[in-house]
């Protein structure tokens, strides 16, 4: 069965784990997962302490700025491989 819009799906196979599960078709996006749970620690702490906005700043950037590399490296790979 081939792939939608014609891409392909290429796995390199001497990979980290880390880079095996982020280029995996199904599971790929789990790589971003432990940023998206900084965003949440910051959305829960801005909510819950008054006094927590630096530290809600400090965890919202350093999950949103990772999350937003994955993602534009994930839509990269996959206008690379349109024909």
């Known amino acids: 069965m081939g792939c939608p819009l014609g891409l392909q799906h ?3 196979t001497r990979l ?4 095996q599960e982020f280029y995996h078709p199904e599971r790929g996006n789990a790589a971003s997962v432990p940023f ?3 965003m949440m620690y910051a959305a829960i702490a ?5 006094g927590c906005n630096t530290l809600a700043a400090v965890l919202f950037w350093a999950g949103a700025a990772p999350t937003l590399a994955l993602g534009l490296l994930r839509v990269g790979d996959n206008i690379s491989m349109l024909r």
């Open 10 to 12: 290429h796995t390199p």
């Open 16 to 19: 980290p784990a880390c880079l």
């Open 36 to 38: 998206i749970v900084l």
């Open 46 to 50: 801005h909510g819950e302490c008054s």
